[in-house]
T-cell receptor
Framework: EPEVTQTPSHQVTQMGQEVILRCVPISNHLYFYWYRQILGQKVEFLVSFYNNEISEKSEIFDDQFSVERPDGSNFTLKIRSTKLEDSAMYFC???????????????FGSGTRLTVV | GQNIDQPTEMTATEGAIVQINCTYQTSGFNGLFWYQQHAGEAPTFLSYNVLDGLEEKGRFSSFLSRSKGYSYLLLKELQMKDSASYLCAVLYNQGGKLIFGQGTELSVKP
């Protein structure tokens, strides 16, 4: 079964440093997303990306964050000047479409656990 | 806001049936997902409902009533490995953004 692949699985970084989280979405998917989950809390939407541009972003996704699709396979989330409160699990997801009457393969990656110290 | 409400915790016995409810705000509704999540792992897809009615898939079924803003996930013949968090997530409008509930932590006991 096709998978969304995320690297690294764990990342520890010092406060103020920049991190890049990497994702390889499923190859025929056109919509890409980042979510985060702080320990013990619910999964929260960060950003959606389609046709090489951001289609929607949440209040969490401020100027500290950016996304990029640098080539035909990778989708990255960059966090500049990390803060302690950025410590969370970050999930990438992808889907064939943005909705529809039938399931369209909305799949999550295994996540990157980011710890800011 | 687009609040998704589901019970925080439930406990059930191995072999039994459990129903996990989810309510949501109906404005802009475009589909509802149920995911299973084990601690420290990614959400894994269980079901997707966009029309009213029951969708059955093996031991798992999901029901949707769009007019009531209500869904439930039904798990039959519970097994110990079903102990996990069950997440209700609603797709609002057309952009693909999912809004998640807090999750229901299900404990299956022998």
């Amino acid at each position: 079964e096709p998978e969304v692949t995320q690297t690294p699985s764990h990342q520890v970084t010092q406060m103020g440093q920049e991190v890049i989280l990497r994702c390889v979405p499923i190859s025929n998917h056109l919509y890409f997303y980042w979510y985060r989950q702080i320990l013990g809390q619910k999964v929260e939407f960060l950003v959606s990306f389609y046709n090489n541009e951001i289609s929607e972003k949440s209040e969490i996704f401020d100027d500290q964050f950016s996304v990029e699709r640098p080539d035909g396979s990778n989708f990255t989330l960059k966090i500049r000047s990390t803060k302690l409160e950025d410590s969370a699990m970050y999930f990438c997801a992808s889907s064939e479409t943005s909705g529809g009457p039938f399931y369209y393969g909305y799949t999550f990656g295994s996540g990157t656990r980011l710890t800011v110290v | 806001g687009q609040n998704i409400d589901q019970p925080t915790e439930m406990t059930a016995t191995e072999g039994a049936i459990v129903q996990i409810n989810c309510t949501y705000q109906t404005s802009g509704f475009n589909g509802l997902f149920w995911y299973q999540q084990h601690a420290g792992e990614a959400p894994t897809f269980l079901s997707y409902n966009v029309l009213d009615g029951l969708e059955e898939k093996g031991r798992f079924s999901s029901f949707l009533s769009r007019s009531k803003g209500y869904s439930y996930l039904l798990l039959k013949e519970l097994q110990m490995k079903d102990s996990a968090s069950y997440l209700c997530a609603v797709l609002y409008n057309q952009g693909g953004k999912l809004i998640f509930g807090q999750g229901t932590e299900l404990s299956v006991k022998p």
